[in-house]
Nanobody, 129 residues
């Protein structure tokens, strides 16, 4: 399994920005689907943005398109989530997750949390109005 460690969460006002980082350890990082997920209190975990590490192809939830950007630094085995124009509804615990691309069959990297087996411990993001 991939070991994942998130950092960069915090508290900001609406309209502000945060950058999350996720350090990953894996011998074959370049063949993984990696992504960011979040969970607000009382709500189910949802996909925010995912990326195929071998080709930089991305997929975003509609609620964050145009505001969030997922990226990676393969040399550092690190995943990032740049979050701009933050809204109070973006508040939640943010997790990074990973699973080998082969586990997704022909569907590519999905935003479905249940498809991912390796998870970090999470980092809290709080956006105040």
């Amino acid at each position: 399994q991939v070991q994942l460690v998130e950092s960069g969460g915090g508290s900001v006002q609406a309209g502000g920005s945060l950058r999350l980082s996720c350090a990953a350890s894996a011998l074959t990082y370049s063949m993984y689907c990696v992504g960011w997920f979040r969970q607000a209190p009382g709500k189910e975990r949802e996909g925010v943005a995912v990326l195929f590490s071998g080709a930089d192809s991305t997929n975003y939830a509609n609620s964050v398109k145009g505001r969030f950007t997922i990226s990676q630094d393969n040399a550092k085995n690190t995943l990032y989530l740049e979050m701009n124009s933050l809204k109070p509804e973006d508040t939640g615990m943010y997790y990074c997750a990973a699973d080998p691309l082969l586990a997704f069959g022909g569907s590519g990297c999905l935003l479905t949390p249940t498809k991912y087996r390796s998870w970090g411990q999470g980092t809290q993001v709080t956006v105040s109005s």
